[in-house]
């Protein structure tokens, strides 16, 4: 089993169990901007209080190849953070974002973007969003492979990207400054 299968067996899954999702990280960025290896997948995911017992019981069903701590799992269910699951044969790490009660983050299941990877329809983040979501991470710790994600998305989806909604949440997320920084910016 390798990244493509575990992506669409937990989007199975959260659609079985009708839990919004959004494929997100650097397998968004990818195909938004310039591919580059991971060895993880990331879901953000909303779980309001009472879809919790939903996820617990989507993931219980996993089978012995995947590592699931339910306690863990609940634990950072609470407190909106984030958990993640192993697939054990390959190592491959997943991880779920629990989405804030946010704008930001209500926007970006708004704008989610259903398109179709390995066959399969799946709710992507929009390029907007995923720029949006590094440049502030970046703010935080500042990273030079998520910046270089920035401007390869920004390169790539040069004149497709809702500049409007961009330049405004830039700024409402404190983040214009580095988002200016990437567009003067090169990919290499």
């Known amino acids: 089993m390798g990244q ?4 669409v067996l937990l989007v199975k899954l959260f659609e079985k169990y009708k839990i919004s999702y959004i494929l997100t990280g ?7 901007g310039h591919p580059r290896a991971t060895h993880d997948i990331d879901f953000l995911v909303e779980i309001e209080t009472l879809q919790i017992s939903k996820i617990l019981a989507m993931l219980s069903k996993l089978d012995s190849s995947f590592s699931v ?17 192993v697939h054990n044969e390959t190592e491959m790490k997943i991880d779920f974002w629990v989405a804030k009660n946010t704008d930001f983050e ?12 390995f066959g399969r329809k799946v709710a ?5 969003d995923l720029i949006l979501t590094k440049l502030s991470w970046i703010r935080e710790i ?3 492979r998520h910046f270089r994600d920035c401007i390869g998305i920004l390169e790539r989806q040069k004149g497709k ?6 330049i405004e949440n830039a ?13 003067k910016s090169k990919y290499y």
């Open 142 to 144: 500042h990273s030079d």
């Open 124 to 128: 992507l983040v929009s390029a907007e």
């Open 4 to 7: 493509r299968d575990i992506i």
């Open 171 to 183: 700024k409402n997320l404190g983040v214009n400054e580095l988002l200016s920084e990437a567009r």
């Open 106 to 117: 209500k926007n970006k299941f708004k704008r989610k973007v259903n398109t179709k990877v």
């Open 26 to 32: 650097s397998f968004a960025g990818s195909f938004w």
């Open 69 to 85: 701590d339910l306690r863990a799992i609940q634990n950072a269910i609470d407190r909106h953070g984030q958990f993640n699951i």
């Open 161 to 166: 990207l809702d500049e409007k909604y961009l």
